[in-house]
């Protein structure tokens, strides 16, 4: 089967190469000339584990390829991925579709017999049916089908998600989209991972419930967090003893600097302006948004009390700045809400990130970016543990407080514990929930 994959980010350049490992012949487009270029000799633009290897062995293989003309992409092809960003709108929460009709426009002039446009971002209820009249008005004499199709993988374990989903949502309006679904994803049902089939509307909301969910189950352990710390509890244990209860599960309960990243954030303020905008107020996820800001703000608290109450003339070093290990994703990071607090009341801020350091040097300006942990905490006052790259889960903690001046740790993803750091030298540590 042909695909056109339309916008070749963390999600399309995913889908593009796991297609493409299905055997289906995969053409991936974007506009983004450089990103096409570096494409087109070998390079992997994003830091997405396993993705290099992935990507050359199709490429060789003749069932991938990358090309900035998307007209050319579409030709002869049965099904075409929309997958391009959907990012906040300015001002007023909802998600920015401009980049989605663009592309529906784009196909709509460049469709060339029977095709089913598949929308792969997330979008709002209801934008497939826009995507449908968009194109229905360009080309009214065009043959084709929309179909929502969102996508669930997590940065960091994209490839294997996405072979090894926990189910793939297809929503259709027509058998015919149907049966090209299914072709599409037949290798994934052979092995046995759930296909669910739905309307357009249901498929589209699974996509923001899910979302808003987790981002739920994760605020509410960091609620949970701050009244363990006023009551002597430890949400570590507190966490693990909900986890262990099989109707709860223990995914999305550690207790951190709040959650940050491509999705979460910008999903749950969509899924808020839907429901205004049907005037059923989302009020959990809207708590949510709110409560999850403070929680980013209570960290840099957190930090300067374990300061003595100042970070001014300090120095501070960070430890991880995108917002999870094993992606250079920097979108909506904790770090982007706390060095900058940090450096405005007067510290100066040190940082080590094994991928996010390109990304991130335009993103957090005033920031002495160095490559390793033991050297950014000399003479340091302070070092804050934010990302939980493996690199910085097994740190030799007498070695870090020996350089430091003031040995504190902020230890944000509760990595290591009160003892560990004391008997190491550390005079001052704190984490969260603890
Ligand atoms: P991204 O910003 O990394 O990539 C989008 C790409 O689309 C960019 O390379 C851009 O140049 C390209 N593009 C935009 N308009 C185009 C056009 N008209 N023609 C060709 N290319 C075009 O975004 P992403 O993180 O891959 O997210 C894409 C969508 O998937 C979003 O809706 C997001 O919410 C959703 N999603 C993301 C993740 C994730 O972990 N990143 C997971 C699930 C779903």
């Known amino acids: 089967m042909k695909i056109a994959m339309i916008g070749t980010g963390y999600v399309g350049l995913v889908s593009g190469v796991c297609f493409s490992d299905f055997g289906h012949d995969v053409v991936c487009v974007d506009k983004d000339c450089g990103k096409i270029e570096r494409l087109m000799r070998g390079e992997v633009p994003i830091y997405e584990p396993g993705l290099d290897v992935l990507m050359a062995k199709n490429v060789a293989a003749g069932r991938l390829s990358f090309t900035g003309d998307l007209a050319a992409a579409v030709d002869g092809a049965e099904a075409v991925f929309i997958a391009v960003g959907t990012p906040t709108r300015r001002g007023d929460g909802h998600a920015d579709l401009s980049y989605v009709m663009a592309a529906a426009e784009e196909i709509a002039a460049a469709l060339t017999g029977y095709a089913v446009v598949v929308t792969k971002s997330t979008v709002p209820v209801g934008t497939n049916r826009q995507v449908r009249q968009v194109i229905k008005k360009a080309r009214p004499e065009a043959e084709f089908d929309v179909a929502s199709n969102p996508e669930f993988l997590r940065e960091g374990a994209a490839i294997d998600d996405f072979m090894r989903p926990d189910r793939v949502v297809v929503g259709v309006s027509s058998d015919r989209a149907k049966e090209v679904m299914g072709e599409i994803y037949r290798p994934l049902f052979l092995r046995e991972f759930p296909i669910l089939y739905t309307d357009l509307e249901t498929a589209e909301m699974i996509k923001y419930a899910a979302n808003a969910f987790l981002a739920t189950k994760?605020?509410?352990?960091?609620?949970?967090?701050?009244?363990?710390?006023?009551?002597?509890?430890?949400?570590?244990?507190?966490?693990?003893?909900?986890?262990?209860?099989?109707?709860?599960?223990?995914?999305?309960?550690?207790?951190?600097?709040?959650?940050?990243?491509?999705?979460?954030?910008?999903?749950?303020?969509?899924?808020?302006?839907?429901g205004q905008d049907h005037a059923v107020p989302m009020q959990i996820t809207e708590t949510v948004i709110k409560v999850n800001d403070e929680v980013k703000r209570r960290m840099i608290d957190k930090i300067v009390d374990l300061c003595d109450g100042s970070v001014n003339g300090k120095t501070i070093t960070v430890l991880g700045v995108t917002f999870?290990?094993?992606t250079d994703d920097m979108r909506d990071a904790p770090s982007l809400t706390i060095v900058?607090?940090?450096?405005?009341?007067?510290?100066?801020?040190?940082?080590?990130?094994?991928?996010?350091?390109?990304?991130?040097?335009?993103?957090?300006?005033?920031?002495?970016?160095?490559?390793?942990?033991?050297?950014?905490?000399?003479?340091?006052?302070c070092v804050v543990l934010l990302t939980e790259w493996n690199e910085f889960r097994a740190l030799d903690l007498k070695k870090l407080a020996k350089k430091m001046t003031t040995p504190r740790m902020?230890?944000?993803?509760?990595?290591?514990?009160?003892?560990?750091?004391?008997?190491?030298?550390?005079?001052?540590?704190?984490?969260?929930?603890r």
């Open 340 to 381: 900058p607090a940090l450096i405005g009341a007067g510290a100066k801020v040190r940082a080590v990130d094994p991928q996010g350091l390109r990304e991130a040097q335009q993103m957090l300006p005033g920031v002495h970016w160095m490559d390793d942990a033991y050297k950014a905490v000399q003479k340091a006052d």
């Open 218 to 274: 994760i605020t509410f352990i960091n609620e949970i967090a701050r009244l363990c710390e006023k009551v002597g509890a430890d949400v570590k244990e507190v966490a693990r003893g909900m986890g262990l209860d099989g109707r709860i599960g223990n995914k999305f309960l550690h207790a951190g600097p709040g959650y940050g990243g491509s999705c979460f954030p910008k999903d749950t303020q969509a899924l808020a302006r839907m």
């Open 410 to 433: 902020a230890d944000l993803r509760n990595i290591y514990s009160a003892r560990d750091a004391k008997k190491a030298g550390f005079e001052g540590y704190v984490s969260v929930g």
């Open 324 to 326: 999870k290990p094993n």
